[in-house]
């Protein structure tokens, strides 16, 4: 049932999401803030190899409004403390009541997209400063749950 991972393609957990969709042959897309923007700087060539698109707002929040509103569901990766926690979580499952995971094994979130009936998965979580390993482990996370990867 699951065509798409998007996210906002920071470090860490977003790219980890974007990463290992490509490895198991999901799609993969979503909103970043404008001029691709991470913590690295600006990363358009990395970002639009994913299938992201640019929003005009060069904050996060409105791209992770955007990603948010365009999945059926979202999953976090990483620390709970954060204020892009805070953020994504708030978004999801105050304001747009869709359905929300944080931290999932592989089964608990493939029961979580097949449960909601997920079509696309917005992947959110940590910059990989913040929680440094969280872009491999998301990698890891989204091989286990619906694919074998090439490594």
């Known amino acids: 049932m699951l065509k798409q991972i998007i996210s906002g393609g920071q470090t860490g957990a977003d790219q980890g999401f974007l990463e290992g969709a490509r490895r198991v042959g999901i799609a993969t897309g979503g909103t970043a803030p404008k001029l691709y923007r991470t913590e690295k700087g600006t990363e358009p060539d990395l970002l639009k190899a994913y299938g992201l698109v640019e929003s005009p707002f060069w904050t996060y929040p409105p791209r992770t409004e955007e990603n948010v509103m365009n999945a059926n569901g979202t999953v976090w990766m990483g620390r709970t403390s954060s204020p892009g926690y805070q953020l994504t979580y708030k978004m999801c499952v105050k304001n747009y009541r869709k359905p929300w995971i944080e ?29 440094p390993g969280i872009y491999q482990l998301t990698i890891d996370l989204v091989i286990a749950t619906f694919g074998k990867g090439d490594d």
């Open 103 to 131: 931290n999932p094994s592989a089964i608990a979130l493939a029961e979580f997209v097949d449960h909601y009936k997920i079509e696309v998965l917005n992947g959110a979580g940590n910059r990989e400063s913040k929680n």
